[in-house]
């Protein structure tokens, strides 16, 4: 195989996991479905009263981006593991961070970015701001890689286990806490007239710690679950 | 609760022995109990297997 | 005297070290805990504030310091574990987890108790109650992580890599936590903020040195019963008095 350029391989991973998502698109719309869904059930829950709903609105679409998160990280390694790709990718001379790392990436343009996407549409519902929305946004694009990156680790430890999304959830969840008070304060901020400044920063720093650590531990932890 | 608030603020040394000391006392023994019961089985099972494995 | 500390990372020296030890722990243990007891609730007074209930941090702040002190030594021994492939710091990692846990239920249990007398509710999202809360997550995690792997290996080295990214996100974990607390201008459980009584940091820090006394012994309980679990097949376990019967 032609020794390609780091770069060069990470988009040839991107561009497989892609196609492979495009063709089970239910997976990739069955997770965006659950993201709205979840959101909904809140207003249901807790009454349609619009102040307490817009003061709820930057945390329940936060919560709910991160349950979505969790669910759709079962499929990222799952399919390539039990057709063996998996270990093809353990075997070969490349860099199994740098492959792990393209994972991710497609992964989140598949799972994460429609979350981010969609987020505009349900904060109406909630009567956010234009303000409000436009941190939620941002919030999202910075935080939902971090998701996707953690809970790589966890899809990883969890790998072919019976407990699965469950078991791989109740692992991440606590590590994903920073960035659902990042990310629910920036936008709490910029709703009391503060600078969201600061949270936002604070989230650029934890993607920035993320990308650096996140593919080499997951690849630790996939050797340790393919040994 | 209001009941609970009153009776906590007569009673308050009660409320702390009942509620937080005891508590943690009955959590301990749970797990002293617990410890030693493994062992038990532990050593129930090696020996088994031990009897098991000298038969043949 | 010299030590030859690689004789005891086996866990066959171990074994019979951690067994003669046990019984010292555990009597100094319970009598240190009945001397904290009794300063905590005879020689020291009641508090100018909280009355007879500040009483409860006798239990509640060991409990709390050992949760986080058994979580890091629990992530160094995961460390080890992974590090030099040594069958024992991985039992100790599994033996310490379930104490680890109940001490932070134990701080978290009576945090509540204390703060119900203090703000009139059952929980209060203060900043180290929350961050106690997710520690008991991240020890709860490590045991289910390690309670699904059928493979020993398996388990140990995950349940050791889980421990360690849990460990170095503690810190940003509080950080956030505290920075979302302030934020909301939550609620502080602290202590009445006058220095406090001699007689009641005696009985603090003597309660403390029971709590790890007792975690002590506990700990090297667990990991007998592990360790003669895992290595059953082996000679050595067969020629134990125990075993023999």
């Not at chain 1, 593919?215 to 630790?220: G, R």
């Not at chain 2, 702390?16 to 002293?32: D, K, N, P, R, T």
């Not at chain 3, 509080?174 to 302030?182: E, L, P």
């Amino acid at each position: 195989m032609k020794k390609s350029s780091l770069p060069a391989l990470v988009m040839l991973v991107i561009r497989r996991d892609l196609l492979l998502a495009m063709r089970r698109r239910a997976d990739v719309l069955t997770t965006l479905i659950f993201f709205v869904m979840v959101v909904s059930l809140f207003p249901l829950g807790v009454g349609p009263e619009m102040n307490m709903l817009r003061k709820m609105s930057a945390g329940v679409l936060w919560v709910a981006a991160l349950l979505s998160s969790m669910l759709s990280l079962g499929r990222l390694f799952s399919a390539d593991y039990l057709d063996g790709t998996l270990e093809q990718m353990m075997l070969a001379p490349q860099s199994l961070s740098m492959l792990v790392l393209g994972k991710i990436i497609a992964h989140w343009m598949v799972s994460g970015l429609p979350l981010v996407l969609m987020a505009p549409v349900l904060g109406v519902q909630f009567d956010m701001s234009a303000q409000a929305l436009g941190v939620l946004i941002i919030g999202l694009l910075l935080g939902t890689p971090i998701l996707s990156m953690v809970g790589a680790i966890g899809a990883a430890l969890t790998l072919g286990l019976r407990g699965g999304g469950v078991l791989l959830s109740l692992l991440v969840l606590p590590l994903c806490i920073p960035v659902l008070i990042f990310g629910t304060g920036a936008v709490e901020a910029v709703s009391t007239g503060l600078s969201a400044a600061s949270h936002l920063s604070l989230l650029g720093a934890l993607l920035m710690l993320a990308l650096v650590s996140t593919p080499w531990v997951t690849a630790q932890a996939l050797r340790i679950s393919m040994e | 609760m209001n009941n609970l608030d009153i009776w906590m603020r007569e009673n308050p040394l009660t409320y702390v022995w009942l509620g937080s000391y005891a508590v943690a006392f009955v959590i301990f023994a749970v797990e002293i109990a617990m410890v030693r019961h493994k062992r038990k089985i532990t050593l129930r099972q090696v020996r088994m297997m031990r009897d098991a494995g000298i038969e043949e | 005297m010299a030590i030859n500390w690689f004789k005891y990372s086996a866990p066959t020296t171990f074994y019979g070290l951690a067994g003669k030890l046990i019984p010292w722990f555990a009597v100094s243990a319970a009598l240190l805990l009945a001397v904290g007891l009794y300063i905590g609730f005879v020689v020291a007074p009641a508090d100018y504030q909280q009355g007879e209930f500040y009483r409860i941090i006798f239990i509640h702040v060991p409990a709390s310091i050992l949760s986080m002190f058994l979580y890091l030594i629990l992530a160094g021994y995961a460390a080890l574990g992974l590090i030099f492939n040594t069958r024992l710091s991985a039992m100790m990692a599994s033996a310490i987890a379930p104490t680890g846990a109940l001490f932070a239920f134990i701080s978290l249990w009576t945090g509540a108790l204390w703060g119900k007398p203090m703000w009139g509710a059952w929980w209060v999202w203060d900043a180290r109650l929350t961050s106690e809360l997710i520690l008991l997550f991240l020890y709860l995690g490590f045991i289910a992580l390690h309670a699904s792997i059928d493979d020993p290996r398996r388990a140990d080295r995950a349940s050791a890599l889980l421990a360690i990214v849990g460990s170095v996100n503690v810190p940003i974990i509080y950080f956030s936590v505290q920075w979302w607390n302030t934020l909301h201008q939550g609620s502080t459980i602290k202590f009445s903020g006058t220095s406090m009584h001699v007689a009641m940091q005696q009985a603090m820090f003597t309660v403390l040195a029971a709590c790890w006394l007792y975690a002590i012994a506990i700990v090297l309980t667990r990991v007998r019963s592990i360790i003669l679990e895992r290595e059953r097949h082996t000679q050595w376990i067969s020629e134990l008095p125990e075993v023999k019967g």
